[in-house]
């Protein structure tokens, strides 16, 4: 993440700068503030595919939005309410997650590579082919949280609760879980014996 900060500079653009589909994302969070209450006038935020690099959406209430395919390399999505939001397909590479509320949020076959996850809550969320190559997920919640094939390759996972989680099939390479709450009986491959 060093080097993409130094490419681009780490600030972080605020909403009212950026625009999607010709509206303000500023406009866009508004109206959808409005939907999740309930309200008529409201409209339910559509960022699919949308180019939503080093945004600052710190404390956004994104829940229920669409997100897919959108690229939030590098934003700051701290203490954001993203509950059963489709964040599928994303890059969110460097991206700032701490404490968001991430429950059933789908992260199928985004790129969380380097992002900063810790604190987060991703009961039941969807990150089946996830990339999280060192990811700092430490005291992150995934409990009942589908990772199937996700790659956690150098991750941080210092005291996540992975408890009720299947972990069948998922690269830990080079992760320390030694502080982690793992599944009872769960057994953590040994790399195989070089050969001579």
């Known amino acids: 993440m060093g080097i993409l900060n130094a490419i681009k500079g780490s600030k972080l653009r ?20 409005k939907f ?8 339910r935020a559509d960022f699919s595919g949308a ?29 954001a309410r993203l ?14 997650l701490r404490r968001a509320d991430c429950t059933e949020t789908n992260f199928s076959g ?18 089946s082919g996830a990339v999280l190559r060192r990811a700092d997920c ?11 094939g996700a790659i956690f390759d150098g991750a941080n996972l210092k005291a996540a609760i992975l408890r009720e989680t299947k972990l069948d099939g ?4 080079h992760v320390d879980l030694s502080t982690a709450l793992l599944p009872r009986n769960f057994a953590a491959k040994q790399p195989a014996p070089k050969s001579e």
């Open 83 to 96: 509950t059963t939001a489709d964040l599928s397909g994303c890059r969110l590479r460097g991206a700032d």
């Open 110 to 127: 985004a790129d969380l590579t380097e992002a900063r996850i810790g604190g987060a809550e991703l009961f039941r969320a969807n990150l």
């Open 138 to 148: 430490g005291v992150t919640n995934f409990r009942e949280a589908d990772v199937a």
């Open 14 to 33: 605020s909403p009212g700068s950026v625009r999607h589909k010709g509206a303000k994302v500023s406009n866009i969070l508004a109206a959808h503030a």
């Open 170 to 173: 998922v690269d830990l390479s």
């Open 51 to 79: 180019d939503l690099s080093r945004i600052d959406l710190s404390g956004a209430n994104l829940t229920l939005a669409d997100c897919g395919g959108a690229n939030l390399e590098g934003a700051s999505l701290r203490d």
């Open 36 to 43: 999740v209450r309930g309200d008529a006038t409201g409209k």
